[in-house]
């Protein structure tokens, strides 16, 4: 189960590329070029980000996955990720990026 956040960060991507790839991994589809920053399986770490096609491994089919960000490069992700820990450092002054992103998500701030 993936749950799309409403602050969704996005990079690399046109608007309707990001719709097109939204809609296949709703779908569970194989889709190309696509990483997704999402909520740590692990509380040790911040953000983890992976290809858009391990959603359809089963063990993302058990849990639920929620996605703060989408890029369409690697590159991209990563510069994506290092911008999402940054802004929650500067405004929390610690690196728990999950729940900024929910306070900040709940508050209807888009980044």
Same mark, same amino acid.
Do not use: H
């Given at each position: 189960?993936?749950?799309?956040?409403?602050?969704?960060?996005?990079?690399?991507?046109?608007?309707?590329k990001?719709?097109?790839?939204?809609?296949a991994?709703?779908?569970?589809?194989?889709?190309? /070029?696509?990483?997704?920053?999402? #909520?740590? &399986?692990? $509380? %040790?770490?911040?953000?983890e980000?992976v290809?858009?096609n391990?959603?359809l491994?089963?063990?993302?089919s058990?849990?639920? /996955?929620?996605?703060?960000?989408? #890029?369409? &490069?690697? $590159? %991209?992700?990563q510069?994506?990720a290092?911008?999402?820990?940054c802004s929650?450092?500067?405004?929390?002054?610690?690196?728990?990026?999950?729940?900024?992103?929910? #306070?900040?998500?709940?508050?209807g701030?888009?980044?």
């Amino acid at each position: 189960m993936v749950i799309w956040k409403e602050a969704l960060y996005v990079a690399g991507l046109t608007p309707k590329k990001q719709k097109r790839i939204m809609n296949a991994i709703n779908k569970k589809r194989p889709v190309k /070029n696509a990483y997704l920053i999402m #909520a740590p &399986s692990n $509380e %040790a770490n911040c953000v983890e980000y992976v290809k858009a096609n391990q959603l359809l491994q089963p063990y993302f089919s058990k849990r639920e /996955n929620v996605v703060y960000g989408l #890029a369409g &490069s690697e $590159e %991209a992700a990563q510069e994506l990720a290092a911008a999402m820990v940054c802004s929650a450092y500067v405004a929390t002054g610690d690196f728990k990026v999950a729940p900024y992103l929910d #306070a900040k998500d709940k508050a209807g701030d888009s980044p």
